[in-house]
């Protein structure tokens, strides 16, 4: 069974950081490429950021160049998300996902609020 288990969100002021992980299973987790998504609220889902198996390619959204990391640690089958400097527009609940073939699975998602 594929699970994606992201923890690390909470509230912090506009300005500070946080580290989101997200733990997973099931799955070859070295041939995969994982993704980290949020939704805020009233918006669609967007896509944050993704690195590739060997960490050979990394995907910023323009919003988040700068001022987010992704990194994994392939024998804990973990991802991070470093996110400083955060802004309030930062809010909004923070996913991992991987996508299998034709199906794309999600984590619970980690909320974020960022407060001014």
């Known amino acids: 069974e594929v699970q994606l288990q992201a923890s690390g969100g909470g509230l912090v002021q506009a300005g500070g950081s946080l580290r989101l992980s997200c733990a997973a299973s099931?799955?070859?987790?070295?041939?995969?490429?994982i993704a980290w998504f949020r939704q805020a609220p009233g918006k669609e889902r967007e896509g944050v950021s993704c690195?590739?198996?060997?960490?050979?390619?990394?995907y910023y959204a323009d919003s988040v160049k700068g001022r987010f990391t992704i990194s994994r640690d392939n024998a804990q089958n973990t991802v991070y998300l470093q996110m400083n400097n955060l802004k309030v527009e930062d809010t909004a609940v923070y996913y991992c996902?991987?996508?299998?073939?034709?199906?794309?699975?999600w984590g619970q998602g980690t909320l974020v609020t960022v407060s001014s």
């Open positions: 996902s991987v996508r299998l073939g034709y199906k794309r699975y």
């Open positions: 099931g799955f070859a987790f070295d041939d995969y490429c």
């Open positions: 690195m590739s198996t060997r960490s050979t390619n990394i």
